[in-house]
Antibody
């Protein structure tokens, strides 16, 4: 089971940006992609985007195009999710997870512990 | 509003069997496999079932999954008190090129 450790909770003002990190074990980082999913209070989970090493470039949900950037740092085995132009409805718990797109499994396998991002003035 | 539809709640007594449904469309469940997760709020979700009916190592065989057409189900046999959690389904959406999720079902063990 992969270990994913996310950065701590953040409180941000409307219009600002937030950057959440997700550190994976070295083996996990090189073998699997990373997905970012969020859960707003009282809501279900929502796919934001992900990055698969073999493809190289991130894939973003259309809803977040232009506001979301996912990057990888191989030196630290860390994936970053940056969301800009924050609004109050971006208040949510943000999760990273290992993204498997393979014949025998497709979707998020192991999850990080979640990072609460609160957008408030 | 979640893409996949689940009942908001389910319940059963210890030892009983409970099933949770997940309904989707031809763009998601109808064209992909289904995963099920167990989630205790405040913690990381845990993969229970992948590829419709496969169990990861360590998941008891009390948990089983099935899929038919654009719907899927999770069954839990021999309910235990520590099964009390939220359960949600997921499937790959070919239009989104990413997973879509159910709204989650809160399971109460009576």
């Amino acid at each position: 089971q992969a270990q994913l450790v996310q950065s701590g909770a953040a409180v941000e003002k409307p219009g600002s940006s937030v950057k959440v990190s997700c550190k994976a074990s070295g083996d996990t980082f090189m073998k699997h992609g990373i997905a970012w999913v969020r859960q707003a209070p009282g809501e279900g989970f929502e796919w934001m985007g992900g990055i698969i090493p073999i493809l190289g470039t991130p894939n973003y949900a259309q809803k977040f195009q232009g506001r979301l950037t996912i990057t990888r740092d191989e030196a630290s085995s860390t994936t970053f999710m940056e969301l800009t132009s924050l609004r109050s409805d971006d208040t949510a718990v943000y999760f990273c997870g290992t993204l498997r797109v393979e014949v025998d499994i497709i979707g998020v396998e192991d999850w990080g512990q979640g990072t609460l991002v609160t957008v408030s003035s | 509003q979640s893409i996949l539809t689940q009942p908001p709640s389910a319940s059963g007594a210890p030892g009983q069997r409970v099933t949770i449904s997940c309904s989707g469309s031809s763009s998601d469940i109808g064209r992909s496999t289904v995963n099920w997760y167990q989630h205790l709020p405040g913690s990381a979700p845990k993969l229970l079932i992948y590829s419709n009916m496969q169990r990861p190592s360590g998941v008891p065989d009390r948990f089983s999954g099935s899929k038919s057409g654009t719907s899927a189900s999770l069954a839990i046999n021999g309910l235990q008190s520590d099964d009390e959690a939220h359960y949600f389904c997921a499937a790959w959406d070919v239009r989104l090129n990413g997973p879509v999720f159910g709204g989650g079902t809160k399971l109460t063990v009576l």
